[in-house]
């Protein structure tokens, strides 16, 4: 079946054949439907299946009809799903960003593209300026418009964020000025009514669910810093200051051994006091004479008195050994036979004179090291932190790393960590 040309309706041949708008043409009769200007694959326009020219291309017109309940309800739906997902996936890619270092090929290709970005759009912009085309919106225009809606909105509350706190000032009038004055008042006394309210009153809420995850998460830190520092030092001997409670205790073990050591010598004086009349005593001789062939015990007259050395006799009321007694008429008789041993003469001891031990220096007053002020009021999260209030002063303080240091609150004397973005250093 031979082929028929769409203008002439002639046969046309495969030499100057052309297919276009699903139709056969020759070359020749390819033309403006208006101007019968000579068209190729170019520059042709078709409508409805005919051919034009970019000047005498039909131009579309519009007719404004009213939305059906169904036209709008799908508009809705739309609208609703766009910003769903666009939000959807604006907030799956808020914060992350992958940072790489540009290579000199990349560079390279950066500059040809914007140089040919460049050409690119002069060149199209020079060729059609002056040239208008009115389509009808395609989804993707109509997307494309809806985003750039979004676009510009985020960039409004981009800029205001921006500029958010800056103000611009001016002079008060005498109304703004009684208005600020009377709202001052009344916040004063709304404020102290409701702060004497409020006065010794607690109020208790239940820990929320980001409540428990962060107290959870910070006692979870604390114990993975603690036993990371823990792990560091361990094996490590380190010099430090003595804390109040250390300074306490080794001042009480000193006083504790100057009271035993003193105790102990007035003890040894009284000993060497005591020995040497004592022993006098144990000097003197006693003579006592018996008639063995008589039943009576004669009595040597002027026979001074001695203690017996018999374990069985020893007085404790009177710290004294044996029994002090004369030989009377009266008195009980020693027993047959015994006799009195020869006298010893003893010798006391050279008494040696007691030397007191030097004086000891005072201790010096322990160094207080870094002291830092408190800032705020601060309630200890864990074990191994201390809690303080306003103002308290912060000894000996030794920084952990960025977030945390150890310090001796001066009021408490308790020793522990604490965050040092609650604190600024005195010293």
Known sequence: ???????????????????????????????????????????????????????????????????????????????????????????????????????????????????????????????????????????????????????????????????????????????????????????????????????????QVPDTVEMLTHRRNTENVSRIKYHADFEKMKGKKLTVVDDPETMRIKQNTAIQSQVEYHKVKDQLNEMEIRRPDREARDELEFEVGFDMEGPGVQEVEDVPTRRVGSISDYDPMNNQFGSISRYSGGDPEPPRGYQAPPPQSYQPPPQQSYQPPPPQPAMPPPSEGMVCKALYDYTSADVDEVSFQEDDLIIQCQPIDEGWMEGTVKRTGQRGMLPSNYVEPVN
């Open 1 to 203: 079946m031979s082929k028929k040309c769409a203008k002439c309706e002639k046969t046309v041949y495969p030499t100057e054949e052309l297919k276009c708008l699903d139709k056969f043409w020759h070359k020749a009769c390819f033309k403006c439907e208006v101007c019968n200007m000579t068209l190729n694959m170019k520059n042709y326009k078709g409508y409805n299946k005919i051919p034009y020219c970019n000047v005498h291309y039909p131009t579309t017109s519009f007719t404004a009809v009213a939305d059906t309940p169904e036209n709008q309800r799908i508009k809705q739906n739309t609208k609703v799903q766009s910003n769903v997902q666009y939000h959807s996936e604006f907030e799956k890619q808020k914060g992350a960003y992958t940072q790489v270092a540009d290579t000199p090929d990349m560079l390279r290709h950066q500059q040809n593209t914007k140089n040919i970005s460049l050409i690119e759009y002069h060149r199209n912009f020079e060729e059609s300026k002056s040239q208008f085309t009115c389509v009808t919106d395609t989804p993707v225009m109509k997307t494309q418009l809806t985003n750039t809606k979004n676009v510009s909105l985020i960039e409004y509350h981009k800029d205001f964020e921006k500029s958010k706190s800056k103000y611009t000032q001016v002079a008060d009038s005498p109304e703004i000025q009684k208005y600020l004055q009377n709202t001052k008042n009344i916040s004063l006394i709304q404020y102290q009514k409701d702060f004497t309210d409020s006065k010794g009153s607690c109020y």
